[in-house]
């Protein structure tokens, strides 16, 4: 197969007539595709129906420390969810605050109580210049958070073992510099797992700010897609060992495991920042929700329940990602304009186009029907330098709609980068 980029402009054109031709068809078809977010489809939902039947008068109220979970109190979490999480993150359940819903809920309050309150320092709202360092490509909603609240978004490179950890290094010398945001285990989007070289060189890490800390958000630490997943060394561990217990602030949440608009979240840390959290939160709340709490201790006993249930899900998600990867493989491959990771776990394909085509990608794929994840937004200020990264999530659609959307996609990118090679060369 010729590459595109080695193509005279005859050749290229004579590519555009039939790319264009495919597009139009699908246009034609009216579509209507969406692979923009990292949700789990109805079929992955469908798997923990059951929890609706595991509080109630006949199975009672009570947790395991005689607990009634309808009233107040409770203030961080009940006790079997906080041993649950532990064993998740290799933590002790007094480290553990299990909260509401959502993850994101507790990073972005987290945030908040630095501007307000600090986090080991004066509060971030009474000091100038606040910088927060984001390794790209990585998560929109993370990166957003800290752009709210008025820090400077500093892009660090993300290598196939994790953040580039000499740049991270160099930044954190500077005392305005408050924190770094980490997906460490199949990171969103690339799907790549931290090294334990880079975990033990995050654990070392000397801040020249007394109130800096590693934002850890485990989100994927049992979304396997089946075999052997990658294994994620323990940062608290690690953190201890350095001299550093309090430099992590580590996140969790079973949004991808039940449901995610209904699931259990956690946050963890030393037994000093989760103090300083708690004696917050008192102030803040007279208890989440201990029913969605009970549900899910009575769903979940141990990991190995969870291992369970995450195996069925990956029966689900395997074949979703294998038609994308299929369709990237039988149509983009030896063409020169692309190329794409082949994640063990996790919820995403990353997907780099010719340079200076992803937005156009982007474009010719809505208008064919297919909604994806802007370009760019897996960068600071969604500016993508390259403008070549879209974030694929093929987990909400069904497996027969991911195979037609990944043909749509396909399509696109071919049809931009003919359009920018025949205009290069004009």
Known sequence: ????????????????????????AFKKEHLTLDMSRGKPGKDNMDLSEKLFDLVGNDSGFKNVDGIDCRNYGGLDGLTELKN???????????????????SLN??????SQGMTHGLGDKPWAKQDGLKFLCPAPGYDRHFAITEYFGFELISVPLHADGPDMDTVEEFVKDEKVKGIWCVPK?????????????????????????????????????????????????????????GNPDLPIIFASTSKITFPGAGVAAEAGSPEVVA???????????????????????????????????????????????????????????????????????????????????????????????????????????????????RIAPTYPSADEVKQAARVLTAAVKYAALEKLIRDKQ
């Open 1 to 24: 197969m010729v590459k595109y980029t080695e193509m005279s402009t005859s050749g290229l054109l004579e590519q555009f007539d039939l790319v264009k031709k495919e597009y139009d």
């Open 84 to 102: 649950l999480f532990a064993a998740i993150l290799g933590m002790s359940p007094e480290q553990i605050i299990v909260g509401g819903n959502s």
């Open 106 to 111: 507790m990073m972005f309050d987290t945030v």
């Open 186 to 242: 199949y990171s969103n989007p690339e799907g790549i797992t931290y090294s334990d070289e880079t975990v033990r060189r995050f654990a070392a890490l000397k801040p020249a700010a007394k109130d800096f800390h590693i934002f850890w958000d485990n989100a994927y630490a049992v979304h396997d897609l089946g075999g052997e997943g990658d294994r994620l060394l323990n940062i608290y561990e690690e953190c201890e060992k350095a």
């Open 276 to 390: 300083m959290l708690k004696g917050r939160m008192k102030f803040q709340t007279i208890g989440p929700d201990k029913l969605n709490q009970l549900r899910h201790a009575r769903m979940f006993r141990s990991v190995d329940d969870i291992t369970a249930h995450m195996r069925s899900h990956a029966e689900i998600l395997r074949p979703k990602f294998q038609n994308v990867l299929t369709e990237f493989e039988n149509s983009l491959s030896g063409l020169g304009i692309a190329r794409w990771n082949n994640p063990k776990g996790g919820y995403f394909i990353s997907l780099y186009v010719l340079p200076g085509c992803a937005k156009r990608t982007y474009d010719l794929c809505a208008a064919a029907g297919l909604s994806l994840t802007p370009a760019g937004a897996a960068f600071p200020y969604g500016r993508d330098p390259e403008d070549s990264n879209l």
